[in-house]
């Protein structure tokens, strides 16, 4: 199980979500882009800068909602100790390892 975040082109919102296939999961964000009702659509917010791996849903879960807790400045401090450039991560050429919670 995977938390993840994304954020915009111009970095000003952040979105927190858990998933059990992370490259679906990304996929389907990319295609309700523009879809007002949709959270990630309404804000175009589809580039993934920080990911984890749970070792079970239970705990994804409570991940999700320990991180939608913080403040802003908590999580990019996160994000920025995972990915310091919050660079648009690729999964399939990215080389770093993703925390394991």
């Given at each position: 199980?995977?938390?993840?975040?994304?954020?915009n082109?111009?970095?000003?919102?952040?979105?927190?979500?858990?998933?059990?296939?992370?490259?679906?999961?990304?996929?389907?964000?990319?295609?309700?882009?523009?879809?007002?009702?949709?959270?990630t659509?309404r804000?175009?917010?589809?580039?993934l800068?920080y990911?984890?791996?749970?070792?079970?849903?239970t705990?994804?879960i409570?991940?999700?909602?320990e991180?939608?807790?913080?403040?802003?400045?908590?999580k990019?401090?996160?994000?920025?100790?995972?990915?310091?450039?919050?660079?648009?991560?690729?999964?399939?050429?990215?080389?770093?390892?993703?925390?394991?919670?």
């Amino acid at each position: 199980m995977y938390v993840y975040m994304l954020t915009n082109n111009i970095r000003t919102v952040l979105y927190i979500g858990v998933t059990n296939n992370l490259a679906r999961r990304l996929a389907e964000h990319s295609d309700t882009l523009g879809q007002r009702n949709k959270f990630t659509g309404r804000y175009q917010a589809n580039l993934l800068v920080y990911f984890e791996l749970c070792a079970d849903p239970t705990q994804a879960i409570a991940r999700e909602k320990e991180l939608k807790g913080w403040s802003r400045a908590k999580k990019e401090k996160l994000i920025a100790g995972f990915n310091p450039t919050w660079e648009a991560i690729d999964l399939e050429t990215w080389a770093g390892e993703p925390d394991l919670h």
